[in-house]
């Protein structure tokens, strides 16, 4: 959105304990451990994990293991460092070390007894510790294979449980980091495990955690847009099953996303990470990768997510993000916007029973945002403006009007340097003031002093923090992690290599593409078409463009021997170019233009290559960018969103007739992105006339469309051509 013009509200906090998950069979492979007799008197029955010897030493097994009995209902045990205790024939981790079965180690308790023991002996040191997330880096390639110090300053000297892994390693490296963090904290005085968080890591993207195809790797898959452009919600359920498998496998039992932020405005930098701008298919997504990853209940093989950013991140001023001050504003300018079109992924987000959100850093508007129909903070106001995780309002609106029962978890920096509209306040006030609004978890510090401060101070009760630490041990036991936190990292291996798996991604890559011009049905090359076609191969994209290029004539050799590339344009009889433009959030400089400032260096070459032979053109949509020079030109159009070569290539010959839609309408011009309204869909009433782009048929690029193959014939308007532009839902209130 260009510029801003007008004003939302809040309530009170919630709190409820998930239910108790079902524990299961963990990835370790069997290891046959000595049997301890059972007796009811806990104490007879223990077994110290130094006197056995069922691995290779260090943390890459695990040196004690019971399997897990359906029976008897006993879960996967697994120790390293304290022993394990017998009671009436079943097994519990000594978490203490005090060869006695505390109420907080007994599986068979209800979870939220077990998390009230467990809170009831914790000091406020430990409490505090378990209310912070931050980064976490491994040693970088150790010689005696220790990713985890010994004295690990977050683990050991902070008493940190939750932390952010960013790297991207094979999983099998992973397991081995995972594994060396979970047998720290099984030596400190309660044994309470990590729950290692990561953002999403299975697939490609521009500022977070990236991820390739390649041996060892999490499977491959479309972006996020992707999934909104085949527009199968199921197949984004089954992609979050097999993903939670490979995560799980790792030791990585949380992910910071998906995304439920609805892309309204087409400068921001962050829609590569969105569902594209329909509320409506976003809730679809969201709730099925939830349940994907989380299952319809949180148990031990589960993946926990935290979606994010609360009340929604699209509603930008002219692109602008709130991890800088230039954007700490969120502007609602059309009234009831926020409950049209920003809050109904999280409603879906919540009736999949969601364990953690996430607040976005920006303050909500006054002088920005019309009525927006909640109560009003005051008489004079209808917001607050302090930062999401700071709000009160806003977060009781998600407590106590959308009913959430889980956990907010601060995005990195939002109550420190980043907590717009509050400033002023003393680091220990910024705490306060958040936690007292119901964060629960703070992301982007390592400094539990602050909350030590805050409680001694009086700025902030204790039974605060209990509520807050009650919530993540109650996710965290829900997890199976008291019980059974090692993995192993072959198995890890084993896990990513399931061909079944990738060829569902693969599928999933297919479905992604959208053909969006066909001109005299020069695709799909078909065999007898083929013959004839000598085809010049280029890539444009940011960095290595040459070496890029080279990579993908061999990925089209090495996938389909039949088509023959040329070197020479001058040899040509066709061309297939590949643009993928990049913006950067932390450039902090909106833009969507395609040229030198994404990464495009010589636009002119793409117009010439168009302009000497037909030339397939396609363009990686990670932002809506601005077409105007490269696409006139094109015989055939495509777009791609984190798209593998291969599966384009496929659509290009044929193997696949396209069915993508486009997930988010093309803008016309630089001036349509001038004029358009910020916090709305293209498709929505309220958004200005002639937003999208119209290419040289009449056929506008705007929210679902998509061509097709058909059976030859040239193709003006795509047979679904009744679905794109306004959905059904899009007069919807």
Do not use: C
């Not at 897990?68 to 000594?94: C, H, M, W, Y």
């Not at 490269?630 to 696949?656: C, S, W």
């Not at 040289?696 to 679902?704: L, R, V």
């Amino acid at each position: 959105m260009a510029s801003v013009s007008k004003q939302i509200r809040k309530t009170s906090r919630l709190r409820k304990t998930l239910l108790t998950g079902s524990l299961a069979l963990s990835l370790l492979a069997p290891v046959m451990v000595p049997q301890v007799s059972a007796n009811s008197n806990v104490d007879l029955g223990y077994v110290d994990p130094a006197s056995q010897n069922t691995g290779n030493g260090g943390a890459d097994t695990v040196t004690y293991r019971i399997t897990a009995n359906s029976v008897t209902g006993q879960p996967e045990i697994e120790a390293a460092k304290k022993g394990v205790l017998t009671a009436d024939g079943k097994q519990f981790r000594d978490l203490d070390g005090d060869r006695s079965l505390d109420p907080y180690e007994d599986w068979r308790k209800p979870v939220n007894e077990r998390v009230a023991n467990l809170v009831s002996k914790m000091t406020l040191a430990e409490k505090a510790g378990m209310m912070l997330i931050n980064t976490h880096t491994p040693i970088a390639n150790p010689a005696d294979g220790r990713y985890v110090s010994a004295d690990d300053p977050m683990i050991v000297g902070k008493n940190m449980r939750h932390v952010i892994f960013r790297q991207t390693p094979t999983v099998d490296v992973i397991a081995k980091y995972t594994n060396q963090l979970q047998e720290l904290a099984e030596e400190s005085r309660l044994g309470i495990p990590v729950v290692v968080t990561s953002n999403p890591r299975n697939h490609a993207s521009t500022d977070y955690t990236n991820n390739s195809d390649g041996a060892g790797m999490h499977t491959f898959w479309p972006g996020p847009l992707g999934f909104a452009a085949a527009r199968d919600a199921e197949a984004v359920k089954e992609f979050g099953q097999i993903a939670a498998k490979e995560w799980r496998a790792a030791g990585i039992r949380k992910v910071y996303g998906y995304t439920a932020d609805v892309s309204t405005d087409p400068l921001w930098a962050r829609i590569e990470d969105t569902f594209g701008e329909d509320p409506a298919l976003a809730s679809d997504m969201v709730y099925n990768v939830i349940t994907g990853f989380q299952g319809e209940k949180l148990g031990s093989d589960s993946v926990s997510i935290t979606v994010k950013h609360f009340p929604g991140g699209g509603a930008r001023d002219n692109g602008l993000d709130p991890h800088f001050v230039e954007g700490k504003f969120n502007p609602y300018p059309t009234a009831g916007s926020l409950l049209n079109y920003h809050i109904p992924p999280f409603k879906a987000a919540i009736k999949a029973n969601v364990t953690s959100v996430m607040p976005y850093y920006a303050y909500p508007s006054n002088e920005y945002s019309a009525d927006q129909g909640l109560p009003k903070y005051s008489s004079t106001q209808q917001f607050e403006e302090v930062g999401f995780a700071l709000n009160k309002g806003i977060l009781d609106f998600l407590r106590n009007d959308l009913g959430f029962k889980g956990y907010v978890n601060s995005d990195t920096g939002a109550v420190g340097n980043n907590a717009w509209g509050a400033e002023d306040l003393s680091p220990v006030g910024k705490v306060a003031k958040a936690i007292k609004a119901g964060t629960d978890i703070i992301s982007g510090s390592s400094d539990p002093q602050l909350i030590i401060d805050a409680v001694k101070s009086g700025l902030l009760p204790e039974s605060e923090v209990n509520e807050s630490v009650t919530l993540l041990l109650t996710e965290m036991m829900n997890l199976g992690l008291l019980e059974d936190p090692y993995v192993n990292p072959q198995q890890a291996l084993d896990v990513v290599a399931d061909p079944k798996a990738q060829a569902l991604a693969d599928e999933a890559h297919l479905k992604s593409v959208v053909l969006l011009r066909n001109d005299k049905n020069i695709l799909p090359l078909k065999d007898a078409k083929l013959q004839k076609v000598k085809l010049y191969v280029e890539m444009f994209t940011g960095g290595d463009a040459a070496a890029a290029t080279a990579n993908l004539k061999q990925t089209i050799k090495n996938h389909d021997a039949s088509i023959t590339i040329v070197d020479s344009l001058a040899e040509a009889t066709h061309a297939f170019v590949w643009v993928k433009p990049a913006q950067s959030n932390w450039d902090n400089n909106p833009r969507i233009t395609v040229g030198p400032e994404t990464g495009i260096a010589n636009v002119a070459r793409i117009v010439e290559i168009q302009k000497t032979v037909p030339t397939i053109t396609a363009i990686n949509f990670i932002s809506p960018w601005l077409i105007n020079q490269i696409e006139p030109n094109a015989a055939a159009v495509l777009a791609t969103y984190g798209t593998k070569p291969e599966a384009v290539i496929d659509v290009i010959r044929g193997e696949f007739n396209p069915i993508g839609k486009l997930p988010m309408a093309i803008p016309a011009s630089a001036e349509a992105v001038e004029n358009e309204v910020g916090d709305v869909p293209s498709f929505a009433p309220e958004e200005t006339p002639n937003y999208s782009y119209v290419n040289k048929a009449g056929n506008k690029y705007e929210y679902g469309f998509g061509l097709s193959y058909n059976q030859g014939k040239a193709v003006g308007k795509p047979d679904h051509a009744g679905e794109i532009g306004t959905p059904d839902h899009a007069q919807q209130k």
